[in-house]
Every structure is written in C-alpha cells, then in structure tokens.
C-alpha cells in the first residue's frame, strides 16, 4: 500500500517562496506518474502540476505557469513543488498524489493514491 507524506506547508506574505515535499512509500515506483493538487475552501480539488515517473514530462495549470516549479528525486522517493511568487489566491490544501500509467493526466479521477495535504497560506 502506497503511502504520501507532504510537508512544508506555512504561512507566508504575497510575493514570497515556499516549497512542498512529499515522500513516497510502500512499494516501487517504476511508472508511478505524480502530482500536486490543490482544494481552496469552498471549492473543488483542482490540478496544479504534475510530473512522469522519470521526470521526463511535466504538466502545470494555467495559474500557476512560470510560478511553480515540480519536481521529483527518484532515489529519495520524494517528490517536490517550488512556489514562487506566491499570492494570497494559491491558498489551499495541497495534495501529493500518484497513479500508475503510461501518460501523464491532469484529470484527478486517474490518480489512485492520495496524500493527507498540508495548508498553504498566502497573506497580502
């Protein structure tokens, strides 16, 4: 069984730069796609960025594009959101989750395992 543990999480002013970690677990990750969504309250969970099992290809929402940046270390399991230039509408819970497959998808119903999240809090 696949376990996601995210952290750094916080708060921080607009403008600022937080990065998110999420370490895999439970079994190997050969063709296990990932990625990070996001649920503001309110709202529904929405994609924000993804990344294949190699790190050959990668994915972002329109919104945050040129802000964020995914990544993954395959030899630490762990994958990884750079955000930059953060404003006070990227406050959310942010999920890491995974799916095995052969393209990489922005569609949240394909990924199988999930994250418990970590709160972002963008101040203005």
């Known amino acids: 069984q696949v376990q996601l543990v995210e952290s750094g999480g916080g708060l921080v002013q607009a403008g600022g730069s937080l990065r998110l970690s999420c370490v895999a677990s439970?079994?190997?990750?050969?063709?296990?796609?990932m990625g990070w969504f996001r649920q503001a309250p309110g709202k529904e969970r929405e994609f924000v960025a993804a990344?294949?099992?190699?790190?050959?290809?990668?994915r972002y929402a329109d919104s945050v594009k040129g802000r964020f940046t995914i990544s993954r270390d395959i030899t630490k399991n762990t994958l990884y959101l750079q955000m930059n230039s953060l404003k006070p509408e990227d406050t959310a819970v942010y999920y890491c989750?995974?799916?095995?497959?052969?393209?990489?998808?922005?569609?949240?119903?394909?990924?199988?395992?999930w994250g418990q999240g970590t709160q972002v809090t963008v101040s203005s």
């Open positions: 989750a995974g799916y095995d497959g052969f393209i990489l998808v922005a569609d949240r119903s394909r990924y199988s395992d």
């Open positions: 439970g079994r190997t990750f050969s063709m296990y796609h």
């Open positions: 990344i294949t099992w190699s790190g050959g290809s990668l």
